[in-house]
């Protein structure tokens, strides 16, 4: 089977913009999550998603948000970007509970 | 939520032992372990989940204390391939389908 697929792999954008971020989940993984990670914070829960629904949400300003489509591939989007928001962001995809999770390569946001 | 790691960092020699903790002020109902090299995605190593037994894989191991909301992580006799950094990501009783991870435990092992 194919692994977590990310797009883009790098992407640098500017104060004030926003940015969309593609995943596309192993094949028969309905669970898709986001994860924010950055130099000495580790991974930080976004949200997860499972047959379109958002189950769970972490603790990030509504700027960040996303969806999952009918095929299971998710969408991560950040409006108004800050300086802050430069990280790598991470999908992961699960069979379910008690399931490993499966990371993508990540997408490296740069914001100048 | 976030688990709290120790230690942050340790350098090993090759074929020395190390053991990393993490523990959690809530009750868990699993945890996961997981290991990232420089520049690649964390990559899975095992679960544990509560009334289940000590874990193993090759020669790393680990073991989860119900009582005191902690697991261990148990490296043994270390190969250079062991370097990297090592996150424990735990699910609670809620059975909330998310994990929350630790700030992680780089582990560097040297010839």
């Known amino acids: 089977k194919a692994g977590v697929t990310q797009t883009p792999r790098y992407l640098i954008k500017t104060r004030g913009q926003q940015v969309t971020l593609s995943c596309s989940p192993i094949s028969g993984h309905r669970s898709v999550s986001w994860y924010q990670q950055t130099p ?44 802050g928001d430069s990280a790598l962001y991470l999908c992961a995809s699960r069979e379910g509970f008690n399931s490993p999770l499966h990371f993508g390569n990540g997408t490296r946001l740069t914001v100048t | ?37 420089h520049g690649e995605a964390p990559v899975f190593l095992m679960i544990l989940l509560k009334g289940g037994e000590q874990k193993g894989h090759d020669k790393i191991s680990a073991s989860f204390n119900e009582k005191k909301q902690q697991s261990s992580l148990y490296l043994t006799a270390s190969q250079l391939s062991y370097s990297g950094t090592y996150f424990c990501g735990t699910e609670f009783m809620t059975g909330a389908n998310n994990l929350f991870f630790g700030t992680g435990t780089r582990l560097t092992v040297i010839p």
Request: charged share 20%.
């Open chain 1, 40 to 83: 000495g914070q580790g991974l930080q829960f976004l949200f997860e998603y499972f047959s379109e629904t958002q189950r769970n949400k972490g603790n990030f300003p509504g700027r960040f948000s996303g969806r999952q489509f009918s095929n299971s591939r998710s969408e991560m989007n950040v409006s108004t970007l800050e300086l």
């Open chain 2, 1 to 37: 939520q976030q688990p709290v790691q120790s230690p942050q960092a340790v350098i090993l020699r090759e074929g020395e032992d190390a053991v990393i903790n993490c523990s959690s002020s809530k009750a868990l109902y699993s945890v996961h372990w997981y290991r990232q090299k």
